[in-house]
């Protein structure tokens, strides 16, 4: 299992250095270099500067020089929003973007394993089709829809919450309930197939042999092999949260992460896209780093064998 | 099995019938025909442009004259939504053919190339498996700023990945069975193996597995579009009108409300027919009859 774990995770550190080389190479893409604009400089000021910023190395000098202030997280400074860092914008924005991310993940796996385990557990009636009838609408209505309507049911007509903006903790609520909703969907639909199949199997009609109860068969035998395919959709979701994320920032107005990576595409500000770009990656692969653990706890074949 | 006229059909027609023995799935798929065709002809028969503004009339909710209302600026909502659905439904399709025919190159390369080789190229999409598709469209956006066809670049950049695995995995079982074995012992050359024996053998899976790929590119679309980095206006999408729409939900929540009841239906629909195809060419529910 360790080894299992160890390979997970030099895969993951090649992710994220593959991850820095290719905005490297993106950024060398850029037409103009970062001291072009002071068109007055004497040659020897721009040999100056070009040596400060270390741009008189070779290219796999300025890569390394790259990776080791990413290990050190020293992040350059962002070319619009001027004399801020590009690990400033990261530090202010991520806590309201992971404050979301975090409670839609729970509000996901808490709507979304009881309802697909309720449809598996009574196959072809009116409440499985109706259930999943449900999960399928779910899917089909996208955050950009749903938003606003959360937001014109529960802040402006209910007054619930504030319709948009970050001043109360509970502002999280809104944002939140919009990604869990639509995650919910897809884990309902994924908990239904993987539980009805695991209950189809030998070691499951063994249980219920020597006298076990229903519920203890459910939950304590199936439910934990059911949950493996769920547990690996956490991955590729924690990617579609982050996106989700941008979206739900937007309608929301949150002053979240999302919301300088887009302003980074309108200003073209390089040094704010990469640090963002690799600061998402790294995150993803911790989170699936942490799905592979999770994994490697509960699915015995792995535990025991690799 | 007793039944002679069953056997005599072939695998693609009997894939076709239990396609069409779920009513929902023949509902999807007209309703899908339908759609396209309202979408192609519905804008030339309107009396208005799409940009046409009326600013005199601004945000009206539906009237003879307008069917769906107008928005904020006065052009017809009716026409902006045909031809914003024009423009998601092409960006879907044209997005999903472009991902399809990396995904199968790439694919085909790798299961036929085999060792070393193969393990470095899915080593590759595993590593891009990784890079959010929204790092890889800003990254574009920083870099060539904001043109329409990067959409497709980045699309087709990012949905091509589960695509090559799909390919790969039917290649690598295919190309040691008996026929090909059989083709290439008389004398088939290496083009006649891939064009003759093994692209048909796999088209089937491309094809099922993208008809899952179209709703899932046209939301992308629609969340780039969405967030102002997609289609510009004054063109339409169904993301920019959702755009729109969200803003000015408060005083006329009816400029959200039909766009998204075309985007959500044609998702439903798509999902539908990609679901009812899946299980049509399930060889597990050809084996339950």
């Known amino acids: 299992m360790i080894r299992f774990l160890l390979s997970r995770f030099f895969q993951g550190l090649v992710v994220i250095l593959a991850v820095i080389t290719i905005t490297f190479a993106l950024s060398r893409l850029l037409p103009g270099g970062p001291i072009q604009s002071e068109k007055n400089s004497s040659p020897e000021a721009i040999a100056a500067q070009r040596a400060y910023l270390g741009l008189d190395k070779p290219w796999y000098a300025q890569l390394g020089l790259q990776i080791a202030h990413y290990a050190m997280l020293d992040l350059p400074e962002s070319f619009h929003f001027k004399g801020r860092g590009v690990d400033e914008i990261i530090a202010s924005g991520f806590p309201v973007s992971g404050a979301v991310g975090l409670t839609a993940l729970a509000i996901a796996l808490g709507l979304g394993v009881p309802l697909g385990a309720f449809a598996a557990l009574r196959p072809n009636t009116l409440e499985d089709r109706a259930s999943m009838l449900a999960a399928t609408l779910g899917i089909c209505t996208p955050s950009m829809i749903l938003g606003p309507v959360i937001a014109m049911l529960l802040g402006l007509k209910l007054r619930w919450f504030n319709a948009s903006g970050w001043f109360d903790p509970s502002d999280v609520l809104m944002p939140a309930l919009t990604l869990g909703i639509i995650y919910s969907a897809q884990i309902a639909r994924l908990t239904r197939g993987s539980l009805r199949e695991t209950l189809s199997q030998e070691f499951v009609r063994t249980a219920r042999a020597k006298g076990a109860s229903e519920t203890s068969v459910v939950f304590l035998h199936a439910l934990k092999l059911a949950c493996l395919p769920v547990l690996n959709f956490l991955g590729p979701a924690a990617a579609g949260l982050l996106t989700g994320s941008i979206v739900v920032e937007s309608v929301f107005q949150l002053p979240g992460l999302g919301q300088f990576f887009i302003a980074s595409a309108i200003n073209r500000d390089m040094n704010l896209a990469i640090g963002i770009s690799v600061f998402y990656a790294t995150l993803i692969v911790g989170f699936n780093l942490l799905v592979d653990i999770l994994q490697a706890w509960l699915n015995p074949r792995i535990r025991l064998h690799a | ?289």
Not at chain 2, 164 to 175: C, D, E, H, S
Request: charged fraction near 10%; glycine fraction near 8%.
């Open chain 2, 1 to 289: 099995m007793s039944d002679s006229s069953q056997q005599s059909l072939s695998p693609m027609q009997a894939a076709w019938r239990r396609f069409c023995r779920h009513r929902i799935n023949l509902i999807a798929f007209w309703f899908l025909i339908a759609l396209v065709a309202v979408c192609l002809i519905g804008p030339s028969l309107s009396p208005y442009a799409q940009d046409a503004q009326d600013l005199e009339l601004k945000a009206t909710n539906i009237s003879p004259q307008h069917l769906l209302g107008t928005d904020t600026l006065g052009r017809d909502m009716l026409t902006r939504v045909l031809k914003g659905g024009q423009v998601s439904l092409a960006v879907g399709l044209l997005a999903t053919f472009v991902a399809a025919c990396i995904g199968v190159t790439y694919g085909l390369i790798s299961g036929l190339a085999g060792g070393r080789i193969d393990a470095a190229m899915m080593r590759l999409v595993d590593i891009l498996y990784a890079f959010p598709f929204i790092n890889f469209v800003i990254l574009l956006m920083v870099v060539f700023g904001r043109h329409f066809w990067l959409i497709f670049v980045a699309i087709g950049a990012v949905e091509w990945l589960t695509m090559a695995r799909v390919v790969r995995g039917q290649v690598l079982a295919l190309k040691n069975l008996e026929f090909v074995t059989a083709a290439k012992a008389s004398g088939a050359g290496f083009w006649h193996i891939v064009l003759k024996h093994l692209l048909p053998n796999v088209i089937g899976p491309v094809i099922i597995y993208a008809s899952l790929t179209v709703p899932g590119v046209m939301l992308l679309e629609a969340t780039l579009s969405f967030l102002g980095l997609g289609i510009q206006p004054p063109n339409a999408s169904w993301g920019v009108l959702l755009g729109d729409g969200s803003q000015v939900m408060q005083t006329y929540p009816w400029l959200l409300v039909y766009p998204g009841l075309f985007f959500s239906s044609t998702l439903l629909a798509l999902n539908i027919l990609g679901d009812g195809l899946r299980d049509a060419f399930d060889p597990k529910s050809a084996a339950q009859e």
